[in-house]
């Protein structure tokens, strides 16, 4: 079945025309064409009558660029296991070349106006792509969509009246996925649904107004609003006072052509005469930059073939309540893609070329892919800089003031970054103001409600509402697991506001309260998720007033707390100054180096220890100065820098000899027994471990005692001394059983993980086997990344040795990701024992 249509003048006329040949050629009857293409007999018979054809998205509705378009043409060609030359060679007035083209989305042709074919209808038809008749009237559709001479657009009037509607900004690109979003909802009212108010919503300078206009100036648009477009600014935002809703419904009667003269002053009576001017209109109405749904309500029309699009940097989530058919359309920065896209052409291809693609992104990101950014900067470079400033030495220099650089000059406030968000912040009440001025201090991604409480020092209710009223103002981001975040830009500018109206005194009160809050709730969290092997008790004392710390009862609750805030946390740490909050930026050190453990984040947990260790020598704790020295030596050990470990193990031991803390000095010999059996001094490992045995036991420490037992039996094992080892993991084991039981598994996978060894080394593989799957077993509830890499690493040993090199090769496969992933040392060897596999 291959029909050739004749193409008749109009777009509908052509659709018509080709069913009725194909009808004609193929002998086929209506319902058995409706049955090819899966739509009804109804549809069918219309578009033979020359109605305009349905609208459903169909297969290909994300097909919205040429480069899509193309792409799937590749695919489609290699699913059909033929190669370009084949396809081009059966194909009539085709070359390979023309091909390429398409499939990169080049040089993409419009229909033709004449009776014949054209090549691209041509290359759809051919039998060896195995496209159906639906599936080739879809693609042509996506070519006429992308060309823009789609069938499903009627044809707009001439005159289409935009009257006030400011025209398109030619330098507009991108937002495909938003206007594929607003072409959905026209479809939908033009289906008669209940769909009467779209609201895009978004920052100052996402390019709300940009895109609307954009949109409302469409084909698509113009054909459903034949009436044309009303547009108003209501000035929402500006320095003047936002618009009153009675002005903006003259000022609308007026472009409806209205006298003046006869527009009513009683707001009643104005607002009947408004819904009675649209009476049986189809027009789009264009609210721009509205502030409150109070100021809108007034305008949107009762006419049912009337659509309200509105802009603002309010979310208006009250039209929702009111207005059945409200959509809200948040409006988000531009993707990476979109932005370099958008900042090249505003560059000009003469400097966008001589610019990497690395440049170029780094010169959108310091705009923070936000379109006014973009265009501010991009104006600015090409005028003031493009001759002594390469894109990325301007992007660096983007980097350094960011705010200070995106503005035009003082003459044309709309083009100032800051300017912008300073006229969303003096719309925002005193406590909102306040909130927003304090999280520009918080340094970390996002953070939670209760985080944000203590940050603030209100209560938790009072909080509550300015978040709310700032994510409604599009001034903060709520995800959905409920924590909130600053656009890059705006936590500078709230920094910047912070600076200028907070003193620094009440800055330091709350950053005290941020790191109190993380101190209370990570301390007594940490001995959840890691036994400690010092049991050291930390003296907290009494958070500062306002603080609000969460209470974790549970592991799992604990391990999630973490997971979410020690980015955060450790970032908020990292920034703090030599002096006044040492104490906590230690405390906060101590409380987060369990869960790196646990996660193996060492190269993390070394810029952190080195703070941690600074400010402890700065306020004389030797406890706290002893700790940080054997994390950084655990941290290093893990990285291979031994000598560097060597060399804080040494100096911690010798401050806990000085302070007579025997706990401290077993912990410490630990951590040299580990660090002499990397080296392959097994004998001294073990004198270490007998060390560490006995002061664990002189301070009853359960803990310590199953620790050093496991060490003790394991370097005894290394020593080929496996009666010894045995009956020392033996008495671990059961030592194991007097620890709490939500510190059992930790232990007790250390101690398997022994005898595991220990019977792979006497023969015995399947006991070997048994005690590594529960080694793996324990190390996984207990959540340790890098006790599982060694334990599956040990397993592919094993493996090894039994004759089953599959299974060595998955395990040791499996191994190496996750110590890879950690930045474990021992991950070089995985990947030479996998290469020698």
Known sequence: MNPEPRRSGSAIAQLSSWLAVHLSDSGRTVAEVADELGVSEETVRSWLAGHRPGDEDGAFAHLDTPAKLGGWLRARIA??????????????????????????????????TGDAPDRFDQLLSNPRLGLSLRERVELDEVRRRLTGTSLNAEK????????????????????????????????EHRRGRSVVVAALTGIGGVGKTALAVHWARSRAVKARFVDGCLYVNLNGYADLPPTDPHQALAGLLEQLGVDPEA????????????????????????????????????????????????????????????HSGAVHLPLDTLSGAEAASLLRGLLGR????????????????????????????????????????SVGDYARMLTENR??????????????????????????????????????????????PALATSLTGMSADDTAAALMELTRASLLTKSLEGRYSLHDLLREHATALAERTDSEAERRKAMRRLLDHYTHTACPAAAMIRPSIDELAIPLGVPSPGTAPESLTEREAARAWFQAEHAGMAAVVL???????????????????????????????????LAAL?????????AAQVHSHRVLAWSYTGLGRFEDSRAHLLRALRLAVAAEDRIAQAATHHGLANLAALQGHHGAALEHSQWFLELSSSQGSRIGVSRALNAVGWYHAQLGEYKEAIEYCERALDACQAVESDLRPHLEAAVLDSLGFIHHRLGRYERARSCYDLALARVREAGSRRGEGEVLSSLGELHLSAGDPDAAREALQEALGILTDIGHAGAADLRRRLADL
Not at 407 to 413: E, S
Not at 576 to 604: C, I, K, N, T
């Open 79 to 112: 699913d059909s296991g033929c190669s370009v030359r084949q396809i081009a060679e059966t194909t009539e007035n085709v070359s390979r070349v023309t091909i390429y083209y398409w499939i990169r989305g080049e040089y993409l042709p419009k229909p033709p």
């Open 403 to 448: 705010l200070g650089r995106l503005n035009v000059g003082p003459t044309d406030p709309s083009t100032s970054v800051a300017v912008v968000f300073d006229r969303s912040y003096r719309h925002l009440s005193a406590p909102a103001q306040r909130t927003y001025r304090l999280l520009g201090l918080h340094p970390g991604l996002d953070l939670s």
């Open 350 to 389: 003469p400097i966008a070329n001589d610019a990497e693609a690395d440049e170029i992104a780094a010169f959108a990101d310091a705009c923070g892919r936000l379109p006014l950014a973009i265009h501010i900067a991009a104006a600015n470079h090409r005028t003031h800089h493009a001759r002594t400033a």
């Open 575 to 609: 920034r703090q100054p030599a002096g006044e909050l040492d104490v906590q930026v230690w405390q906060s050190g101590w409380a987060l180096s369990g869960f790196y453990y646990v996660r193996g984040h060492m190269r993390d947990q070394v810029v952190l220890q």
């Open 156 to 187: 707009p009037v001439a005159d289409w009246a935009s009257r006030a509607l400011p025209a398109d900004d030619r330098a507009f690109f991108g937002r495909n996925q938003e206007q594929r979003r607003l072409d959905r909802l026209l479809r």
């Open 263 to 322: 527009v009513p002053d009683d707001p009643d009576a104005l607002a009947a005469r408004y819904q009675e001017a649209l009476r049986g209109k189809r027009m789009l109405i264009v609210l721009d930059n509205a502030h409150a749904e109070p100021q809108v309500r007034p305008l949107i029309p009762t006419e049912p073939d009337c659509l309200v699009l509105i802009t603002s940097r309010s979310q208006l989530d009250g039209l929702r309540a009111t």
């Open 614 to 622: 600074g400010a402890a020598e700065r306020i004389g704790d030797s």
